[in-house]
DNA sequence: TATCTTTACGGGCACGTGCCCGTAAATTCT
DNA sequence: AGAATTTACGGGCACGTGCCCGTAAAGATA
């Protein structure tokens, strides 16, 4: 079992061509110093030989590092979400590391705006080639792709989007969609006469994907004529105490909701409110494949989980960055995850 | 941005141990021809850098080519299941080959135990160093399997596992969970007194997988002490008016039957039976993201697809032969494939 | 002791690409 | 026309590893 030996590569262009390797070399990756002439000639025997660099070879040959910057928030209290998306950039930095491609991570306060700028700021100063973030705040990150558009360094948007930014990609939900799907699983068995609950708990980071979800939740039953009644609530505490608060008095006010939507990943607060009010008979779903909220799944507080694949997002958010800085390949502006829907009883094979 | 220059690898080795390349590498491949002295004193040195060879360089230098046989069922009218893992072996093929990794995919024909046979046959004659194969029937598998073992080929079971037969790694459903998450959703909405129908259609092949799953989905049941009436049904021929027969029978014989669960991808088959007699009613589980079952999720007919990556399945596949037989690193002997649920809600993002 | 065999190692080319450096030839400038 | 500059290209080393071949030194045999 021995390789072809015949003439691969730049090598045989250059024999066919009747030029050196440097020359053809010098057209592969149009630099100057070759006449019109000649430039042609090679491209053409490219083309017929349908000729593929050898990445391997090229890498290796290649004194240049290629630099990465990942710039995602850092595992708080509240949540662990971002160590899945973390675990799946580590997987494709041991991956590509080979062939010279350096990833640095760069943690911000989800909670804190500063943070995310003075990251951003320190993200910049850094010479990288691109920058995989997840926007966490609008109008930083717009000043952001500004900055990245001036030096042509190619980015990509990580678990939300903001569109119109040029973004190399998006990776992350559907979420319009996904909230499609939540309102398929809470009415799925719920009665027509009970109200549902809408709770959205947050900082007031990131609205548009909280806003989306919900056009998606109402869009179901907008698609299937069920004017079914929904109560909104907006909560921009994130402790336990300000939560159970604001629900005690929805609760208080409405006294047959039948069911709970959490539009992100803190439905494990309300698990929590609802457990200890012995509300349980009330269906909640949620987001994310965080530890507390499979263990409201355990318990049966929580019914499902929708989830997006956050390991899954990192890694293809650096793959498709070394796809176009290191192959030089097409990358697809959109990469909607999967919308996977997590029970007590697939949740152990769930991978993200 | 330039590499660090300082000398790397088994060239750094060498000179620490005052030897030359050619007897490290002799170490590094425990080749003949080195005293034990320095052969210690260089594994020594080879601990403490903690080397790690570049592959890239490795495989540059290397004129061998590893090749791999990939051992599948040809897609058929009946289903196109086997296209997803195809697609995933494809896709690892073309991520490898730059490593000098060649891989050759085999077909036969799954309803036909000679062309199994045959095909093992004609990839053990051929020179290959890894199988990746989906074991159909269980007593040529093993024999295959035995011959392996002789001749130390790893081989990698895909989709279904034979255990006890000592292979590299089996990627896979678990079939046990399966049911069991199946017989959630069917019942999820399900009146307690109606019936449940268990519908098995298979010419006898893999009955280990379908023993399996019913295992778990009356283990549900088992779990909450809740006894429903099960029937259930084997179907030996796989076309349409068979299986139409021995259906009419059993709803006929079961007046309220209220669901039913198939164990494999043929649901929708059952689904074309419901829809042409009117049953609509009934709901429907059954397997696999295969075109003719989307198709029936799509018009409410089937109501959820249990589904196991297929393409990820192919693709990890060839993967864990690749770790095996190039990186030379551990696989881990069981894979299980998460435990999709998938609805016409959500079935458009779905990725094998 | 002289010849043959074995052991233990070093030298060096090859893999395909990147890229620096050197230089005839062509062009422009005095 | 001669000098200076620019253009267009070739030679060749380097990247880290695999592996063939050659050879001193040690040991075995006559």
């Known amino acids: 079992m021995k390789k072809e030996s015949t003439s691969q590569g730049v ?16 057209v592969l990756h149009n630099r100057t110093g070759v006449s019109e002439k000649t430039k042609k000639r090679i491209n053409e025997i490219i083309k017929e ?8 070879a090229s890498r290796l040959a290649s004194k240049k590092i290629i630099s990465i910057a990942a710039v995602i928030p850092k595992v708080s209290e509240e949540t662990n979400f971002w160590e899945a998306p973390l675990r799946g950039v580590k997987r494709a930095e041991a991956e590509i590391k080979q062939y010279g491609v350096h990833t640095q991570v760069f ?17 910049l100063r850094g010479d990288f080639q691109g920058v995989l973030i997840s926007p966490s705040y609008i109008e930083e990150t717009k000043k ?3 900055q990245c558009a001036e ?22 939900p559907h979420l319009f969609k996904s909230g499609y799907v939540g309102a398929k699983l809470l009415t799925y068995r719920l009665d027509r006469n009970k109200k549902i609950l809408i709770i ?3 900082k007031e980071i990131d609205n548009f994907n909280y806003q989306k979800i919900e056009e998606g939740f109402r869009g179901y039953f907008a698609d299937r004529g069920q004017p079914m009644e929904i109560v909104r609530i907006d909560i921009r505490e994130t402790d336990y105490q300000s939560v159970a608060r604001h629900l005690t008095y929805v609760f208080h006010l409405n006294k047959d909701i039948g069911a709970a939507f959490v539009t992100n990943s803190r439905v494990h607060t309300v698990a929590s409110f609802l457990k200890n009010s012995h509300r349980t008979h009330v269906s909640l779903i949620g987001f994310d494949f965080v530890t507390e909220n499979v263990s409201y799944l355990e318990n049966n507080v929580i019914d499902f989980l929708i989830c997006h694949r956050p390991e899954e ?6 793959m498709a960055l070394y796809q176009k800085l290191v192959v030089n390949a097409p990358v697809s502006k959109l990469s909607y995850m999967p919308i996977d829907i997590v029970t007590k009883e697939n949740y152990e094979f769930y991978q993200n």
Chains 1, 2 share one sequence.
């Not at 090598?11 to 010098?26: G, P, Q, Y």
């Open 151 to 172: 030096r042509k360094i190619p980015f990509v948007f990580l678990d939300s989007d903001i569109p119109d930014l040029h973004s190399l990609s998006y990776i992350g």
């Open 200 to 202: 959205n708990i947050s």
């Open 313 to 318: 997002q990192g890694y293809r958010g650096i």
């Open 49 to 56: 030989l349908d000729y593929q660099p050898n990445l391997l």
């Open 144 to 146: 952001f792709a500004a």
């Open 11 to 26: 090598k045989e262009i250059a024999r066919r061509a009747n030029v050196s390797t440097a020359t053809v070399d010098r």
């Open 107 to 123: 943690f911000f306060d989800l909670n804190d705006k500063d943070s995310f700028s003075s990251t951003i700021a320190e993200v």
